[in-house]
């Protein structure tokens, strides 16, 4: 059973003082580009501000090391995907090779920007939240992580900030400027 999240303006909420809120990749992904990202993201200033407004509000932006991860992961694929992909005609090949590791590099820097912005969290988990996953993963709900994500939400009380339309049925409370997961006013 899929229940609607309840869903916040980023360009104009209001962060409270020690608010915490889970950033997911796709917002990592705008304050921390891949040079490879060759298209303007036009949704990258709304979250910088909301990220400025919720660090001066003495407010913490979370990172769980499943979204690192995802980041990492997805930074990478640009970089292949852009610049290499014609050269190395696989992703594990481009992982082994020297050009990578300059690209590993500028990922770690943005990675560690974001550590150092952030606060980590260890989601903690249980066997039933996992099982929960797995089950709505089964029910093609949403992907494995995006149902992690949304059980370390419900478990942390966390606010997520996305751009991910996926999660309109995950029954937590999200920050964003996607259009399609705004209430129409």
């Known amino acids: 059973m899929t229940i609607s999240s309840t869903v916040h ?18 917002i990592w992904l705008d304050l921390y580009p891949a ?3 060759t298209t303007p993201n036009k949704s990258a200033f709304p979250y910088s501000s909301a990220f400025k407004r919720l660090v001066s509000s003495g407010g913490k932006p979370i990172v769980e090391p499943i979204i690192l991860s995802e980041y990492l992961n997805r ?6 995907e852009v610049g290499f992909k014609s050269r190395y005609h696989s992703f594990k090949k481009f992982r082994k ?3 990578f590791k300059s690209i590993a590099s500028s990922a770690e820097r943005y990675a560690r920007a974001i550590l150092q912005h952030s606060r980590v969290i260890s989601s903690s988990l249980d066997a ?3 099982e929960t996953a797995v089950r709505s993963v089964g029910i093609g709900e949403v992907d494995f992580n995006d149902a992690l994500i949304i059980s370390i939400c419900k478990k942390h009380n966390f606010k997520l900030m996305t751009h991910d339309a996926d999660f309109h049925s995950a029954g937590i409370e999200i920050l964003t400027t996607n259009t399609r997961l705004l209430p129409r006013c």
Do not use: K, M
């Open 35 to 37: 040079p490879g990202a």
């Open 9 to 26: 303006n980023a360009t104009s909420y209001s962060f409270e003082a020690g608010e915490q809120i889970l950033f997911d990749a796709n």
């Open 97 to 99: 090779s020297l050009d």
């Open 128 to 130: 039933q939240d996992i």
């Open 75 to 80: 930074y990478y694929r640009i970089e292949w």
